[in-house]
Nanobody, 125 residues
Framework: QVQLVESGGGSVQAGGSLRLSCAVS????????MAWFRQALGKQREGVAG???????SYADSAKGRFTISKDNAKNTLYLQMNSLKPEDTAMYYC???????????????????WGQGTQVTVSS
């Protein structure tokens, strides 16, 4: 059974940085996509960045130039480095995974079937 556990969220001022981590266990997929999603209060969950087992990467327009997704296969960990944070980045952030390859990695939540519990990011102005 796949388990995804996010960490690294917190409260920062606008312009600050955070690095989110997603520890992965129980992974049996030979190929896969993983992604970061976020959901602000009263809004739909939206994709932020995705990466697949071959290293292909995709970003939402809101993340381009500010966020960087990466993975450390040796540590079974997915990361999201977030720089130049804005108040509108405030949300619960989730990591997600699915077996198989799509190029580019999808940023639609319906494509993913494994989810973590989330970590809260709050950016104050």
């Amino acid at each position: 059974q796949v388990q995804l556990v996010e960490s690294g969220g917190g409260s920062v001022q606008a312009g600050g940085s955070l690095r989110l981590s997603c520890a992965v266990s129980g992974f049996t997929y030979a190929t896969y996509c993983m992604a970061w999603f976020r959901q602000a209060l009263g809004k739909q969950r939206e994709g932020v960045a995705g990466i697949d087992s071959d290293g292909s990467i995709s970003y939402a327009d809101s993340a381009k130039g500010r966020f960087t997704i990466s993975k450390d296969n040796a540590k079974n960990t997915l990361y999201l480095q977030m720089n130049s944070l804005k108040p509108e980045d405030t949300a619960m952030y989730y990591c997600a995974a699915v077996g198989g390859l799509w190029v580019p990695p999808p940023l639609d939540a319906k494509n993913y079937n494994d989810w973590g519990q989330g970590t809260q990011v709050t950016v104050s102005s």
